[in-house]
T-cell receptor
Framework: DTGVSQDPRHKITKRGQNVTFRCDPI?????LYWYRQTLGQGPEFLTY????????KSRLLSDRFSAERPKGSFSTLEIQRTEQGDSAMYLC?????????????FGPGTRLTVL | GIQVEQSPPDLILQEGANSTLRCNFS?????LQWFHQNPWGQLINLFY???GTKQNGRLSATTVATERYSLLYISSSQTTDSGVYFC???????????????FGGGTRLMVKP
């Protein structure tokens, strides 16, 4: 089991540019989550997929944010027209469906800096 | 929504000392996890402990779900224990079928040699 992977690990962009992050969950984990963590705070939930279906979205996920999980495998998170306030660590997690409530495992994160 | 409070917010220890970190939550939960976030930002799973007591080496955790708190014990601390410790919960409340985690603010631990 290789764990959750994320790409890129770091991204520096200029305000107004679009960025896309990728998350590969643990194989056979059908639940995938995106969280955002700003400096000095705990992570906050953004959105959740079960297989390819996006079932929950936080109010933090403005219309500039979009997430997909085609075929229920990897997921992408896109931020359009980035703002300086989008600077944060973006974390992806996955879990299994076997238990009604199951343990989440996190990837290493993508650190975004918007100049 | 559920409130998760961790204490203390900051902790400085001498190597070899023991410590107890606390997590209080405002509502009933289905899931509780403890994480250690290393300096590179990686969240490392320590315990999945919605109730009861577990031990893993120098670390142990206890969750008393009926009283809405969990404790993380670190014994014989080492410099590599430094970092931020997060408690995160999944509330039992309806509408959380996705089991999204709500995190506390963390305890920042520094272990000095």
């Amino acid at each position: 089991d290789t764990g959750v992977s994320q790409d890129p690990r770091h991204k520096i962009t200029k305000r107004g540019q679009n960025v896309t992050f990728r998350c590969d969950p643990i194989s056979e984990h059908n639940r995938l989550y995106w969280y955002r963590q700003t400096l000095g705070q705990g992570p906050e939930f953004l959105t959740y997929f079960q297989n390819e279906a996006q079932l929950e979205k936080s109010r933090l996920l403005s219309d500039r944010f979009s997430a997909e999980r085609p075929k229920g495998s990897f997921s992408t998170l896109e931020i359009q027209r980035t703002e300086q306030g989008d600077s944060a660590m973006y974390l992806c997690a996955s879990s299994t469906r076997r238990d009604r409530v199951s343990e989440q495992f996190f990837g290493p994160g993508t650190r975004l800096t918007v100049l | 929504g559920i409130q998760v409070e961790q204490s203390p917010p900051d902790l400085i220890l001498q190597e070899g000392a023991n410590s107890t970190l606390r997590c209080n939550f405002s509502d009933s939960v289905n899931n509780l996890q403890w994480f250690h976030q290393n300096p590179w930002g990686q969240l490392i799973n320590l315990f999945y402990i919605p109730s009861g007591t577990k031990q893993n080496g120098r670390l142990s955790a206890t969750t008393v779900a009926t009283e809405r708190y969990s404790l993380l014990y670190i014994s014989s601390s080492q410099t590599t224990d430094s970092g931020v410790y997060f408690c995160a919960v999944v509330p039992t409340a309806p509408g959380n079928a996705g089991n999204m985690l709500t995190f506390g603010g963390g305890t920042r631990l520094m272990v000095k040699p």
